[in-house]
């Protein structure tokens, strides 16, 4: 156990810093998985921490961030498994072009990677009801009106256009605190989270039964 001295002293020369990626060589899934998880735990952990201690100030600024980096992460790990050939097998969706995958890793616009994959999700028939695109839609138009390029929410430059958004995006008569943000977002990242676990079992089933594409 580390003595108060040691934890007080100020940085040295030489001090061992970085971590070393031991528990990332421990996960056996997809990288992207755990990146788009490990935000969105991060996030549930926060507001778990202002619901119980308040705080609120000070961590709005990075709560939303990380739930908003959640659902851009999962749009493109999505994207990227509608482009698998055991899922264009059944959206009969044409492949992704290298510019394209391209691009796409580079964007960070929550709508236009919706947009995106809008199409391919509506392709797969009736597996998502209008009224759920409708929703998910809804919830994707107005993160992106707060946070168009995922900067907002992670530098203070810009802070008063992101109040001034925040702002245009209440409701009248609605009262929207980080709590109600916080459980619309687990809301988003579990439809996400269940349409990528659907996307999975076509992949996998593809995968085991050893069709030629």
């Not at 952990?45 to 100030?57: D, S, Y």
């Not at 989270?193 to 594409?213: A, K, M, Q």
Request: charged share 25%.
């Amino acid at each position: 156990m580390r003595t108060a001295e040691e934890v007080l002293r100020s940085p040295r020369k030489g001090d061992a810093v970085i971590p070393a990626p031991t528990p990332l060589d421990r996960y056996r899934g997809d990288p992207a998985d755990a990146y788009a998880f490990g935000y969105l735990m991060a996030a549930n952990i926060l507001a778990e921490h202002v619901r119980e201690q308040g705080c609120e100030t000070v961590l709005f600024y990075p709560v939303v961030f990380l739930y908003r980096h959640h659902v851009e992460l999962m749009l493109k790990n999505l994207i990227f498994a509608f482009n698998e050939s055991a899922v264009r097998r059944v959206t009969e969706c044409e492949e992704l072009s290298k510019e394209d995958r391209d691009t796409l890793k580079k964007a960070h616009s929550l709508q236009a990677l919706w947009d995106r994959l809008r199409p391919t999700v509506a392709a797969l028939g009736g597996v998502v009801s209008a009224e759920e695109m409708k929703g998910i839609n809804f919830y994707i138009q107005q993160l992106t009106e707060i946070d168009p390029h995922s900067v907002s929410f992670r530098y203070a430059t810009g802070l008063e256009e992101t109040k001034a958004a925040l702002g245009r995006a209440q409701k009248e008569g609605a009262v929207v605190d980080l709590q109600t943000f916080a459980e619309a977002m687990e809301r988003l990242a579990g439809w996400l989270g269940g349409l990528d676990s659907y996307v999975g079992e076509i992949i996998g089933y593809y995968d085991e039964s050893g069709d030629e594409f």
